[in-house]
Each structure stands twice: as C-alpha cells, then as structure tokens.
C-alpha cells in the first residue's frame, strides 16, 4: 500500500503489519498489527500489562520506530518523514501518567514548553498558556511549582500543556492510572469536552473499562496482536452526561 491509496488517505493514523520486537528478538511487543483511526474519532486501547498497547501508542507518536511494518500519519509514511521531531511538536500532543512537569518551571512555563522551539514571542505563549489553563480550570494555579498541586491538578496541567500547538491528535497513556476514581472521571471528563471542542483525534491508552467505555471505539490487545475492534454507537453530544 502507498500513500496515495485512498483508504490511507481518508485515516488520519493507519498502521500496516506494524511489528516491534526488543532485545536479541525474543520479545515481541507488536505482531503484524492493522489499525486505522478517524481523524475526530475518541479511540481506546486496553489490554492486560505487557500485551503491546504502550509500545502500539508510542510508535503511532513516533516516540518510537518499528522493526517492521509502517505507519503513516495524515496520508505520509513516517519512515520518509523529514523531521519526526518537528512533525511531533507541531502535530501531537502527549499525556503520560507521570506527567512528566519540569520540577522548577511554575505551571504557566510548563505550559509554555512545546512552543519553546517554535515561532511565537514570549508574550503570544504567555497568552496561548493563560488561555489553556483556564480551558482545563487551571488558571488561578499559573504561578505554582509542580510540588505545589494535587495529582488531579498536574494531570490537568498536563493536559494544557500537551494542547500547546493546537495539536490535531492527542495521545494519553494511562493518563487516570495515578487518579483516584473520582478525580479520573473528572479527567476523562475534561479529556472528552476539550476533544469535542476542539475535534482533535484522542487515543487513549488504559486497563480500566469504565475509561474505555466512554469512547467511541475500543481496540482490545493481547499478546501484541489486536485481539478485538469495537465501535461504540453513541450520541457524542451526550457522551459524559
């Protein structure tokens, strides 16, 4: 399949025969695995610890590259990208279930760190940020360290921050995996209205049902295959309610 193909063409990710082995060859995370995504669509990805569906994440982000297999993005192979770098920060947001906030930025430079590299001035990522931590309730935080905010309070920075260049797909792994269960569903919560408001294309890696049943789609793996695909039929505008 090239990318000219239309099926490729009509799915912002696809992946095809996407194999990942570790190590001497032992070990793989990936066999052959087929996946298309809509763009707008909210997927997610379950399976029991070790069974692929981090490693499937990270190479959808180009975190990482197959052993065999490829992946394109918006109709081009990643393999004839001519900067996954650039195309990561301009193109897609990241949430991981650690966060990952520099210990000595304040929540409004943490904001800010995906346009470091980027064209704005000081005073447009200022602006950009402000906007972003009052999407996510986050505004009356901006000059707080990391240390100085509950875990619900870092996941939501986290979240802004991963929204930083208007990403058109953002990827969660785990992303309510350190929550208490109330505080994850207000995050899911917040995963799918700012999804919805912004049409942007969230996959979500979790072990845990009550997340994945929120999605328009389940994609369920084992052993590093995909053992089912389900699509969820669903009003999205009630999605949450």
């Known amino acids: 399949m090239t990318a000219s193909d239309n099926e490729v063409d ?49 190479l959808l982000g180009t975190l990482d590259s197959p052993t065999r297999g490829e992946v394109w993005f918006q109709g081009q192979p990643l393999s004839q990208a001519r900067s996954l770098d ?17 210990p000595t930025l304040t929540v409004l430079e943490n904001v ?24 996510v309730g986050m505004s009356h935080r901006g000059s707080h360290l990391p240390n100085q905010l509950s875990v619900g309070e870092r996941q939501r920075v986290a979240i802004a921050r991963a929204l930083a260049n208007d990403p058109v797909l953002l990827l969660a792994d785990e992303p309510t995996g350190n929550l208490d269960s109330r505080t994850g569903m207000e995050i899911l919560g917040l995963f799918e209205s700012l999804q919805l ?3 942007v294309t969230l996959v979500i890696v979790t072990h845990t049902s009550e997340v994945a049943e929120r999605a328009d789609r389940i994609v369920r793996i084992r ?3 995909i053992e089912t695909d389900e699509v969820q039929p669903r009003d999205r505008s ?3 309610a």
Do not use: C, W
Request: aromatic share 6%; hydrophobic share 45%; no cysteine.
């Open 112 to 135: 800010q760190i995906p346009m470091f590299a980027g064209p704005r001035t000081v005073r447009q990522r200022v602006s950009i940020a402000l906007k972003l931590l009052e999407a």
């Open 197 to 199: 408001e912004r049409q």
């Open 238 to 240: 009630a999605r949450g």
């Open 86 to 102: 650039r195309l990561r920060a301009q193109k897609i947001g990241f949430v991981f279930q650690s966060f990952h906030l520099l």
């Open 223 to 225: 052993d590093g295959r």
């Open 10 to 58: 009509r799915s912002i990710l696809r992946a095809r025969r996407l194999t990942k082995t570790y190590a001497d060859g032992n070990v793989s995370a990936l066999v052959d695995v087929d996946l298309a995504i809509e763009a707008g669509q909210f997927v997610a990805i379950m399976g029991p610890s070790g069974s692929g569906k981090s490693t499937l994440l990270n």
